[in-house]
């Protein structure tokens, strides 16, 4: 469906633009249609949505009430019972294991401490079934930001800052090569890292590390992270 920008801002009160990631765009020559799909820390909702219309079943999940309120908002005036949407903390929820067919996680590990996010992602991992798909992205060590936050606020775990006036209240920049070497267990089938277009408009690039990759089948999952 197309609604312009300024309806859905005026009837919903949605922030930023409602449009779906270009790699959750991208993430659609690896999936297939009624598949089951988590999406963590869905926002305001534009990437289950976009996935919804493809025909996925959809579990949207984050813990901010105003966002979720205007995703059921839309949800309800425009049918779209294939999405599940759930108020939860995506650091402790609690993952089912070999459970979804998809799992779409993007710049959510960035809004947390590394600790957080290497721990999240082994519950991740776990999650999505044998030859099941991960679509993931995290703000990268080339973004504009990090010089910002290196200079005026407190690190408080490898490359995490925290910054008390900023929405994202930390702030963790992933490492050159990081992302690509923590699924070194599955198969990679697409992998990206350095500067792109930023989708607000807040800066003109930004540093940004993508993956799409696939869990090998009869494989023990590896959860040991450390580096």
């Known amino acids: 469906m197309t609604i312009s920008t300024t309806s859905l801002i005026k009837k919903y009160g949605f922030e930023y633009p409602f449009k779906p990631d270009s790699l959750a765009k991208k993430a659609l020559n690896f999936i297939k249609s009624g598949n089951s799909l988590l999406d ?5 909702g534009a990437d289950s949505v976009f996935f919804a219309e493809k025909g996925f079943r959809v579990v949207a999940i984050d813990n901010t009430n105003i966002y979720l309120d205007r995703l059921r908002a839309f949800q309800r005036d ?3 019972p294939n999405i599940s949407i759930q108020n939860c903390d995506v650091i402790s929820y609690s993952y089912p294991q070999n459970y979804y067919d998809i799992i779409n996680c993007l710049l959510v590990g960035c809004c947390m401490k590394r600790s957080e996010f290497e721990n999240m992602l082994v519950s991740i991992k776990q999650s999505v079934k044998p030859n099941g798909v991960i679509i993931m992205s995290l703000r990268n ?3 504009p930001e990090l010089k910002d936050y290196s200079n005026s606020a407190k690190m408080i775990e490898p490359n995490t800052y925290l910054k008390k006036d900023d929405c994202c209240k930390i702030r ?6 990081r992302l690509k070497e923590l699924f070194k267990d599955f198969n990679i089938l697409y992998y990206f890292e350095g500067l792109t277009p930023d989708k607000y408009n807040e800066f003109p690039k930004r540093g940004d590390s993508y993956i799409i990759c696939r869990r090998k089948i009869g494989n023990k999952v590896n959860t040991n992270l450390t580096s």
């Open 141 to 143: 060590y080339l973004d």
């Open 78 to 80: 425009n049918h779209l």
């Open 172 to 177: 963790y920049f992933i490492e050159k090569g």
């Open 40 to 44: 963590i820390g869905c926002g305001e």
